[in-house]
């Protein structure tokens, strides 16, 4: 079986874990490869599309790649910056698996959380500073504090392992 890891990372995250990905795969019977906006649709059967999350969902770029797959089976996995909830990770990933175009199969979906750019920090301050006691933006930056060690040892190594778990379903 041959298996393509594409990946889409915004601050390297999610190219953490594309790697890791990639390395738990049988050796020899895949391939690593970021997605830019002139990537091909994959040869490959079995692929692996991994996303950072903007807005709710994969960035476009990973869309543009969704609408050039037919009859493919489809693992996806993904870092966003907030975190702490497998439903949350959930949702992003049914929001995600819906862009497909219909003939794909999703076969699971895996996600951690990601670091953020200290950016995102500096807006989270300046709306605790606007609203003192607010505890919207104090949990805003617990959760990006959190974050900043992440994607860390043991997710990389859930990640091998959910990897080497859907190739054992592919090739079962």
């Given amino acids: ?20 990905i990639y390395a738990a795969l049988p050796a020899g019977e895949a391939r690593l490869e970021a997605v830019g906006p002139d990537t091909a649709a994959p040869v490959e059967e079995v692929l692996f599309l991994g996303f950072w999350t903007d807005k709710g969902v994969c960035p476009p770029d990973m869309q543009d790649l969704f609408a050039k797959l037919s009859g493919k089976q489809v693992v996806l996995f993904g870092t966003a910056g907030f ?41 989270y301050e300046a709306m605790a500073a606007q609203n003192p006691g607010d505890s919207k933006a104090a949990s805003f930056l617990a959760n990006f504090d959190h974050a900043l060690s992440h994607p860390d040892q043991a997710d990389l190594a859930a990640a091998a392992a959910f990897a080497s778990e859907m190739a054992a379903k592919v090739e079962g």
């Fill in 1 to 20: 079986m041959r298996y393509a890891v594409l990946y889409s990372s915004g601050t390297g995250n999610t190219e953490q874990v594309a790697r890791s």
């Fill in 83 to 123: 975190g702490g909830s497998q439903a949350y990770f959930d949702a992003i990933l049914q929001r995600t698996a819906a862009l497909l175009p219909a003939g794909n199969t999703v076969l699971g979906g895996w996600m951690c959380q990601g670091k953020m750019p200290a950016a995102v920090r500096t807006r």
